[in-house]
């Protein structure tokens, strides 16, 4: 892997050199983005936000990429060796080229060498993707081909060596990933399903991952007993399998989608050798002014990394992904409670009603009103002990546990009843947005630490003014009640708007509800923004507090932070 | 047709990479150690003194291996008991053939030869506390010597007691060993049992030479708990390690007079050696 990095680089360079001098132009494209994050820390004792010994950290990177025809060369530095507190907390730290490859695509065939990202289906059996904000960024080092012999059908192949931070040693490393998906979708090979308003795709997939097996594990049994699970015993290669559908008529949807993984011992899920299995249903229907969806999801044993020992509170070296289907939202007083997707044990459902109340109605106005209702629940699955895993008091090195399908497990995990409100007025200058949630979140099993379960309801109120085209004023008061946790919170925001340029706003986040009254503390902020073209710099000063992060049922954890942030990005 | 052709080989050559292994239980054996019943006498910390291990890849095809054993015996005289050898015939020069009838090599020196890619080199060579030395295992004969003296500068970490109970009759062997962490070491300890025999008479190649009665030393004979033994899991009390093998040595073909065990403790991560001990039987 090593020879190939240069060579890469050599070439990449030597295309851009080259096409640099025409620009834009029959030798070709050059696009990217740059950015920098970057924060000055202040310690505070009560909101637990720690001295940084370098006072300043900072996320960079940079990307670069040469089109031409079917070609494309790309490459990203990033420098992260004095990163974010978050990101160090996460591991993510050091600097290289962390994205470099080849690819050449045309009608019939895509190829590329380097690193990638690629997704199968909903991700079940592979999803290699990054997400800046939560420091993932697991690409594939290999090769991949995909194929589109006739309209309609879809082959992949990949083959790689997952990115584990910035552990550049790839020739170390005894695990790889190689996959394969295929999907036909009937609506494009046949024209008159999709005229007559038919969506018919079915879709599978089968990734399995090498992993060498050379030490010894040792259990310790009841009676200080030592149990050893030899290395023969520990599965080196691991697949998973999945099937797809997606159908559609008009306004009706429903999409499916079963994966199955076969005995994989891991640190995840204790070193059991249980198969795993997730499930996928939803179906929605929409029509003018009134849409439904529910979704029913069952996830169990489906924690799947390139390397056995990799810890569950870490995302490193996810091969796949199962996604969280509750609604994602994305009010302040809530982002702690956010429900984070259980690979390894969760079974529910999630419906959602919107309805528009017409237009000119006595009680929709002038404009109508957008009311949405949202229902969620999750538990984990159930579980019974197989006989070992009883006698030995723990499921380390046994089949571990039986669960039937569509039973739920004892354990709720997450629980939301929501409904919003949407309104424009005057001429549509003026918006009002209210929101009502009860949430019921399982910190305990959910965050890892033993609470009781936390219930709060959280009001939200948002008024946009439009005062002309170009300024703009937006005020937001949230509150959470709350009796477990940290209690109630208050928030608010004023923000003005100077389109395009222009962003002020203020904010504060006040723990007054805390049970400890030194805690009743105010997390303020104050920024601005400034944009012109595909530039943006900000500024903000405050305070952040401890908790966690989630995008997409996935979670890191965030350190509390105090000071002055300055980010700047920029596109090509 | 071409581009039908193109994807079956495109799927044959993917699917070749894509495969399962499907395991079967029982998964947990349990460990096969034995009750500790005989008394150790205490240690002074202060007179535990670092030991260091010496692996010696040879074989008896092999016509620069005497060069090694040579070397090795003067080692032995230089550094007396801080130095513990075991012989490993492994190779192709370990391999049967004519005069050369008695096979040396076991199934743990062949796993020992693979995993410390003694090919890089070939026979002679050594692996020293089964560490690195010069970002390589196996070491040529000129670099055993600064490999050991590196090794001894390192503190001692733990002392291993080692009490072996042969039965003359019944030709059963026990080893006890007993395992006391120093300088508050904490990493996680393994421990592995091996036997090897002095003094076997048998053919060796010595350069242009072929000697029938040469004398092989401190051969690897086998091992009581597998190539890489066993973790020490659950300390006493006192928070020292008891592990306690047995040997049913009835069909063995062995000088027992000239058996000796080799107790290797090391890191169970690494590995790497940190204390060894040699008892006869």
């Not at chain 1, 409670?337 to 459902?349: D, M």
């Not at chain 1, 996935?554 to 105090?562: E, K, L």
Request: with cysteine.
């Amino acid at each position: 892997m090593r020879r190939i990095f240069p060579i890469l680089t050599a070439l990449l360079i030597t295309v851009l050199c080259s096409s640099t001098a025409w620009g834009q132009s029959k030798w070709g494209h050059i696009s990217g983005d740059f950015g920098f994050n970057g924060m000055y820390y202040i310690p505070d004792s009560i909101i637990g936000a720690k001295e940084v010994k370098e006072k300043v950290r900072a996320n960079t990177w940079l990307n670069l990429n040469y089109t031409n025809s079917g070609f494309t060369a790309g490459l990203r530095y990033e420098f992260y060796s004095f990163p974010l507190i978050d990101f160090e907390d996460i591991g993510y730290k050091g600097q290289g080229l962390t994205h470099y490859f080849l690819d050449y695509k045309n009608d019939f065939i895509q190829v590329t060498a380097g690193t990638f990202y690629e997704q199968f289906g909903n991700g079940f059996t592979l999803r290699a993707y990054e997400d800046r904000q939560l420091g993932i960024d697991n690409s594939l080092l290999g090769a991949r081909i995909k194929v589109t012999p006739y309209k309609g059908i879809t082959l992949k192949g990949v083959w790689g060596i997952e990115r584990k931070n910035f552990d550049f040693e790839y020739t170390k490393r005894h695990d790889y990933v190689r996959g394969l998906d295929a999907e036909l979708s009937f609506s494009d090979m046949i024209g008159k399903l999709s005229e007559k308003g038919f969506v018919l795709s079915v879709g599978g997939s089968f990734v399995s991952k090498y992993e060498k097996s050379e030490k010894d594990m040792y259990i310790t049994l009841p009676d200080n007993q030592t149990g050893i699970l030899s290395a023969d015993k520990i599965p080196q290669n691991i697949a998973t399998w999945a099937a797809r559908l997606n159908f559609g008529y008009k306004g009706f949807r429903l999409e499916s989608e079963f994966a199955h993984k076969i005995n994989d011992p891991n640190n995840t899920n204790s070193y059991i050798y249980k198969n795993g299995n997730s499930f996928l249903l939803t179906a929605s229907y929409s029509m003018k002014g009134f849409g439904v969806e529910a979704s029913f999801i069952r996830s169990d044993n489906m924690d799947f990394r390139s390397q056995r020992d990799i810890s569950a509170s870490t995302s490193l070296l996810s091969i796949n992904y199962i996604p969280a289907v509750n609604r994602q939202y994305t009010y302040a007083l809530l982002a702690n409670y956010t429900y984070a997707s259980q690979p390894n044990g969760q079974i529910g459902v999630q419906a959602q009603v919107n309805y528009k109340i017409p237009k000119g109605s006595k009680l929709g106005g002038k404009y109508g009103i957008d009311i949405t209702a949202n229902y969620a629940r999750f538990h984990n699955v159930e579980q019974k002990l197989v006989p070992d895993a009883e006698a030995n008091g723990l499921m380390n090195g046994t089949d571990g546990y039986t669960s039937r399908f569509f039973a739920f497990g004892n354990d709720l995990l997450y629980q939301d009843i929501g409904i919003e409100f949407s309104h424009r007025f005057n001429n549509k200058n003026w918006k009002l947005d209210l929101a009502y949630n009860f949430i019921t979140y399982n910190l305990t099993i959910l965050q890892g630490h033993p609470s009781p379960m936390f219930k709060g309801h959280n009001v939200m109120g948002k008024v946009t003014y439009k005062i002309n085209t170009k300024h703009a004023l937006k005020l937001e008061v949230h509150h959470l009640y709350a009796k477990e946790d940290d209690g109630s919170w208050l928030y608010g925001l004023l923000e003005y708007s100077i389109a395009p340029h222009w962003f002020i706003s203020v904010a504060d986040q006040w723990n007054y509800g805390n049970a400890d009254k030194i805690h009743r503390t105010h997390y303020y902020n104050i920024a601005a923004a400034f944009v012109i073209k595909t530039t943006r710099i900000s500024l903000n000063f405050g305070k952040t507090k401890e908790g966690i992060l989630c995008i997409g049922g996935v979670c890191r954890s965030v350190p509390a932070s105090y000071g002055l942030g300055l980010t700047v990005t920029t596109s090509f | 047709m071409k581009k039908i052709n193109l994807i079956v080989t495109l799927a044959i050559l993917l699917c070749a990479f894509v495969s399962c292994d499907k395991i079967e239980g029982p998964y947990i054996t349990p460990d096969e150690s034995v009750e500790t019943n005989v008394e150790f006498p205490d240690i002074d910390p202060a007179t535990v003194f670092r030991k260091v291990l010496i692996e010696e890849y040879t074989g008896h095809r092999c016509t620069n291996c005497p060069d090694g054993h040579r070397e090795l015996a003067s080692l032995h005289e230089r550094y007396g008991d801080s130095l513990v050898a075991i012989g490993i015939h492994a190779g192709s020069f370990a391999m049967t053939s004519g005069i050369f009838s008695t096979d040396f090599r076991t199934e743990e020196g062949n796993t020992l030869y693979e995993d410390f890619t003694i090919n890089q080199i070939g026979t002679p060579a050594a692996v020293v506390n089964r560490k690195q030395h010069g970002n390589v295992y196996p070491l040529s004969i000129p670099a055993w010597q600064p490999a050991i003296e590196e090794e001894l500068t390192h503190d001692c970490v733990a002392a291993v007691q080692l009490i072996n109970v042969f039965d003359a009759s019944s030709q059963k062997l026990t080893a006890h060993t007993k395992t006391t962490r120093l300088n508050g070491d904490t990493s996680d300890l393994q421990i592995a049992l091996y036997i090897i025999e002095d003094g076997i008479v048998a053919p060796q190649k010595d350069g242009e030479e072929t000697i029938p009665e040469y004398v092989h030393n401190h051969v690897l004979r086998g091992s009581l708990n597998g190539v890489y033994g066993t973790q020490l899991t659950t300390p006493e009390e006192d928070g020292t390690y008891l592990k306690s093998y047995e040997l049913d040595c009835s069909a063995k073909s062995w000088n027992f007079s000239n058996c000796s065990v080799v107790a290797i403790l090391m890191d169970a991560e690494t590995h790497e050696v940190l204390q060894v001990e040699q008892a006869k039987f």
